[in-house]
């Protein structure tokens, strides 16, 4: 039996919510792209203006992480691991060994010879 225990992380309820600036970018590109093809498709835009049409979505997505990427810098130091608050009560670590000792012992026959057939059991 061991007596190790361990905490539970507690989860961090204040402050802002991180961003992930990888799903930030493909989201706005997937939002360009489409929104390029909304145009073609209503004859709002002709395919000639593809040419400068295509290239917007990059630009604004690469735009936009830059803005996160700076904004996000102030918050907290770079390269910083991320902080987990703890249960003030440690919480006990799961003993599994007991119930098998348990079961083991209630499985076991009482007298060793028990159960075992003299005849099955080859000579040697």
């Not at 600036?21 to 593809?50: K, P, R, Y």
């Not at 803005?67 to 907290?76: K, P, T, W």
């Not at 007991?98 to 499985?107: M, V």
Request: charged share 20%; no cysteine; net charge negative.
């Amino acid at each position: 039996m061991s007596n190790v225990s361990y905490h539970q992380p507690v989860a961090n309820t204040g402050g802002k919510h991180p961003v992930n600036i990888l799903h930030l970018v493909m989201g706005v590109i997937f939002l360009g792209v489409v929104s390029i093809w909304a145009l073609i498709q209503g004859e709002v835009a002709s395919t000639e203006d593809l040419r400068w049409l295509i290239p917007l979505p990059w630009v604004i997505a690469g735009a936009a992480g830059l803005i996160v990427i700076v904004m996000s810098r102030g918050s907290e130091p770079s390269g910083a691991a991320p902080v987990y608050e703890y249960a003030a009560e440690p919480v006990p670590a799961p003993d599994y060994t007991s119930d098998l000792e348990a079961k083991l012992e209630a499985e076991a026959p009482s007298d060793p010879e028990e159960g075992i057939d003299p005849e099955a059991t080859p000579d040697r």
